[in-house]
């Protein structure tokens, strides 16, 4: 990949987070935020684009040091209150959804109660149905639910019936069922949605590259089909920006 030598270096932090970013840490990164990274930097030459693997944990540590500049497909509400930022809309949307085996006689009206059922949680994430509280004794206490840091297990503890409800991203599970065909016929997702994911790029105020000039690169990205293109095969929504 060619830039110009003088390009600026914008480090983003990658958390894992899959489908948009997969197990950084470990180097071989399958997810979208790569690509995203790939496009940014051939749309231009003034930037270039980096990745800086954290965790979910330790994202906002690395931030307010300044270890990055930028974290990616993230929400303002999820713990970003009290650390300084500039926030840009990315226009993508992504929904959180609720899972069951399908069996005989199950429909949507199964996730309209979540009491009494077990729950299948990935460790760490802030849900609506539990007021963001990301606690793990309180969803366990609260709400029967199993914590774990893999989305294949939470998938694979509702068909083996040891959880009845798990949540996952649309584009997760759409990723999920193309890498698992056989469980296709086994899964019903909701209608009900969790949360809506309109995905924020947020910037640290000391960064080299200001919101404004990440909005301009985004909008480069939407005019030229590239969003549409790493997107939409997730089931993301490429809407753009919000009027604000």
Known sequence: MAFAANAVEVRIGAAHFPPYTVRPEQGADTGLLPQLVEALNKAQGR????????????????????????????NPDWGWQGIKHVSVDMGLEDAEIFVTHRTAGRDQRYFDDLKGKRLALFSGYHYAFAGFNPDPRYLAS????????????????????????????????????VRNPESVGQLLSSERIDQVYHHYALLRPQARISGEEFAALLDKLRANGELLRIFQPYQIQVIGPHDH
């Not at 980096?50 to 497909?73: K, N, W, Y």
């Not at 840091?149 to 759409?174: C, E, G, K």
């Open 142 to 177: 609260t709400y029967d639910a199993t914590l774990t840091y893999s989305h294949d297990s939470n998938l694979l503890m509702v068909q083996r019936d040891r959880a009845d409800i798990a949540l996952v991203t649309r584009s997760y599970l759409s990723d999920y069922l």
């Open 47 to 74: 930037f270039h684009f980096v990745l800086v693997p954290t965790s979910i944990p330790r994202r906002f540590r690395d931030f307010e040091q300044g270890r990055v500049d930028m974290a990616i497909f993230e």
